[in-house]
């Protein structure tokens, strides 16, 4: 090996964005560092402006109709081939865990696993929603009353700050298994994981739009959030007794749902995340009536 191949540096990678199924950087041109638990540096991130998130939901407008119109098997499918490919990189999913030195490779190890089940857990449900969260009620008339979930649209979901892929994972596939397209902010304390999802979807055939990866700092995205009349409903998970607040306030005059405590549930509680009220907060219940006959 030559001096010249040995003393090579090494390509350092700048993670990008993930919105309109392409990997932008910030229009801002801004970045944040990503340090280990000693403080040295391990990444850079694209540090999101509002722009960036108003580009994303617009990506995510224009993938809504296509997205609710696929068959939930055909959702499914792209769920299970999501965790198809999770399952491919999970040594690399493990590495970007353990990158800021939260958690041990064991915990890593076992959130990635998690997360992995999670996916598939919601493959399987996307075909049993209406079924299971629908009715037909009884109604004193000549009349037939049926009650069937629908998707809200464009969801936005705000990362947790601990178990940065679990809990994002979490909130995500169920608003996808259930018809509606998503932006989300990845956690701001470990952004890796979060934006290496967006790798995943890209080969796991999610059409573009219907998920859209940012990382950058809740204090600053946060009320541009709130206060987005494209969006259908906010969750969040982690934020401060302040930011909730604030969230539920800058929210009132947008009309849209707000739930910025999905992380009352622990993220491993498969009791909870693997059943039917985790689909709840992503689907509004339309009912018809319909005359007996007609």
Known sequence: MSNKEHNRLTVEKTWKLFMGGAFPRSESGRSLEVTDGEGRFKAHVCRSSRKDFRNAVEAAEKAAAGWQSRSGYNR???????????????????????????????EAIRETDHTI????????WTDKVEQVLGCRNPVAGPYHNMSIPEPIGVVAVVAPKESALLGLTSMIAPALASGNVVVALVSEEN?????????????????????NLLSGERAELLPHIATHRGLGAVVAGGLSRAQKTRLKEDGVDSLMRINPTMDTHDFEDDAFWTSPRALMPFIEVKT??????G
């Open 76 to 106: 499914g499918q792209i769920l299970h081939r999501m965790a198809e490919m999770a399952e491919c990189r999970k040594s690399e999913i493990v590495d970007t865990l353990m990158t800021t030195g939260q958690c041990s490779r064991r």
């Open 117 to 124: 089940d999670r996916l598939i857990c919601f493959a399987g």
């Open 191 to 211: 952004p890796l994981p979060g934006l290496l999802l967006g790798e995943v979807c890209a080969t796991s055939d999610v059409p573009a739009g219907v998920l």
């Open 288 to 293: 018809m009536w319909h005359p007996v006959g």
